[in-house]
């Protein structure tokens, strides 16, 4: 999970410098594997929309 998160991070960071600095956001939510895909996408998308709550251009781990 931690290491999702760190990949996640390097990614959001990556994009942002590359293709519009500030004015280009990056939100991202990351989630270990749940008992089947769509409660895994659930979790993700949950993730994804905290990380879009809190300010954005962020990455939120979704706890187990």
């Given at each position: 999970?931690?290491?999702?998160?760190?990949?996640?991070?390097r990614?959001?960071?990556?994009?942002?410098?590359?293709?519009?600095?500030?004015?280009?956001?990056?939100?991202?939510?990351?989630?270990?594997?749940?008992?089947?895909?769509?409660?895994?996408t659930?979790?993700v998308?949950?993730?994804?929309?905290?990380?879009?709550e809190?300010?954005r251009?962020?990455?939120?781990?979704?706890?187990?």
């Open positions: 999970r931690d290491e999702g998160a760190a990949v996640a991070e990614i959001r960071i990556t994009v942002t410098r590359a293709l519009g600095g500030p004015a280009l956001t990056v939100s991202v939510g990351v989630a270990e594997y749940r008992e089947s895909h769509r409660a895994t659930l979790a998308d949950q993730a994804l929309y905290q990380a879009k809190s300010g251009n962020r990455v939120v781990l979704q706890e187990p």
